[in-house]
């Protein structure tokens, strides 16, 4: 007995053996595959359109989920970096497949449906998180109306809600005041205390680094030796997780592998200053000291780098001994910045040691420190008014609105 379904999407039927049949028509060749289940049949059809890269799926009949699915699989996978690769999967997973608008047809979906989408999530979600759906929607029907699968783009007209709209507001960067980096200085950087409690203190003076340099910790558990060059730190490359797919010598379902940095813009030459110089002396020193010889600026004891979660989990501990409050490893990066901003340092300067993308970038995420700034210059005026006051110096106010209420009456 034969199960028809609609031109273009296959058609199912049951063997003699019992098994499931799924035959349908891939680059006007007439393709057969089998399995246990209707499902099985059409995984065994799914891994042979990516194993061949194959597109055979007919826009007027495919649903959303199912187009995006191949798109991500045929068009993305090992084309971006594989962390880029897992946030659309894991995005699409969660938000899309299964979901109402995963299951309506190509052909017939419209700007309004993915509108009221994005609507509903922002009453779920922060906005950074909306904006990963955005990310897959836009570039992914872009690519259908290039490739004449669908007429219009139903994106050209949606819009993300203004964030103070969002249920989950985004929260104020955390950074670490002048007095406390001063503590941080004096605990980490004092040879005593690594004698004391050699475990603690072994790495303690990385923390320093992070703070003279702003480097993210996926940037620094990638630096090497080789990088440390004269009066420069060379960053051009990241540890990265990314979910292993059976491509990596590891049973972990997720492994921390080198990778480029994040964008372009963060490959970057970083000035070290004399403390930052002082640190790294006393990572080498300590390298000695156990022994171990590694390319690594951060290394375990066998010399390989040492991991991300190590890093921020020494971070705690070091926190919780010096009495200083844990903001985790990204507040260094973000005192690294605020500092430079405070010291009337160009915007501009400070966007490039940070290695982003644009200025933009920069402004937005510092604008509160500005904020702060603009403050602190009104004040300087009403400080000038105010000794001028205490000096028994008129300023005039009083006759001035004297004189404006005559010439008003």
């Given at each position: 007995m034969q199960n028809k379904r609609?031109?273009?999407?296959?058609?199912?039927?049951?063997?003699?053996?019992?098994?499931?049949?799924?035959?349908?028509?891939?680059?006007?060749?007439?393709?057969?595959?089998?399995?246990?289940?209707?499902?099985?049949?059409?995984?065994?059809?799914?891994?042979?359109?990516?194993?061949?890269?194959?597109?055979?799926?007919?826009?007027?009949?495919?649903?959303?989920?199912?187009?995006?699915?191949?798109?991500?699989?045929?068009?993305?996978?090992?084309?971006?970096?594989?962390?880029?690769?897992?946030?659309?999967?894991?995005?699409?997973?969660?938000?899309?497949?299964?979901?109402?608008?995963?299951?309506?047809?190509?052909?017939?979906?419209?700007s309004d449906d993915i509108q009221k989408q994005i609507d509903q999530k922002s009453e779920q979600y922060s906005k950074s998180e909306v904006k990963k759906i955005y990310e897959i929607y836009s570039p992914c029907f872009r690519f259908a109306?290039?490739?004449?699968?669908?007429?219009?783009?139903?994106?050209?007209?949606?819009?993300?809600?203004?964030?103070?709209?969002?249920?989950?507001?985004?929260?104020?960067?955390?950074?670490?005041?002048?007095?406390?980096?001063q503590v941080l200085l004096e605990e980490t950087m004092d040879e005593s205390y690594y004698l004391q409690n050699k475990r603690l203190y072994r790495y303690a003076p990385i923390y320093v680094l992070f703070l003279m340099t702003g480097l993210r910790l996926g940037e620094m558990c990638a630096l090497r030796w080789s990088d440390v060059n004269n009066n420069l730190l060379n960053v051009d490359k990241s540890m990265v997780i990314v979910n292993n797919r059976g491509r990596y010598d590891s049973d972990k379902k997720t492994v921390e592998i080198e990778s480029d940095t994040k964008t372009k813009a963060g490959k970057r030459k970083v000035p070290l200053n004399a403390i930052a110089k002082d640190a790294l002396r006393l990572l080498k020193n300590r390298m000695v000291d156990f022994g171990i010889s590694s390319d690594y600026v951060l290394h375990n004891y066998s010399g390989d780098h040492l991991s991300m979660s190590t890093v921020q989990k020494r971070w705690k501990e070091i926190c919780c001994q010096i009495g200083l409050p844990c903001h985790g490893i990204h507040a260094l990066r973000h005192t690294f910045a605020s500092q430079l901003i405070l010291e009337d340092v160009n915007i501009k300067t400070v966007s490039q040691l940070l290695g982003h993308a644009n200025i933009q970038i920069t402004y937005d995420r510092y604008i509160h420190i500005r904020k702060e700034q603009e403050t602190k210059a009104v004040e300087v005026l009403e400080n000038i008014y105010n000794k001028g006051n205490s000096l028994g110096i008129s300023m005039g106010f009083d006759n001035y609105r004297t004189t404006e209420s005559r010439n008003y009456a």
């Open positions: 609609e031109s273009g999407t296959g058609s199912f039927r049951v063997k003699p053996n019992g098994s499931i049949e799924y035959r349908i028509c891939i680059d006007s060749v007439q393709r057969s595959f089998s399995g246990k289940t209707e499902s099985e049949a059409r995984r065994k059809c799914r891994d042979f359109q990516k194993n061949n890269k194959v597109w055979s799926f007919v826009p007027t009949k495919t649903t959303v989920e199912e187009y995006i699915s191949n798109w991500l699989l045929l068009y993305k996978y090992r084309k971006v970096a594989d962390s880029t690769y897992d946030r659309l999967e894991q995005t699409f997973e969660r938000h899309i497949l299964g979901t109402e608008i995963g299951k309506m047809r190509m052909s017939k979906i419209d109306v290039a490739k004449n699968d669908i007429i219009r783009n139903p994106m050209l007209l949606v819009r993300l809600p203004l964030e103070r709209n969002f249920a989950i507001k985004t929260k104020n960067i955390e950074y670490y005041k002048e007095e406390q980096v």
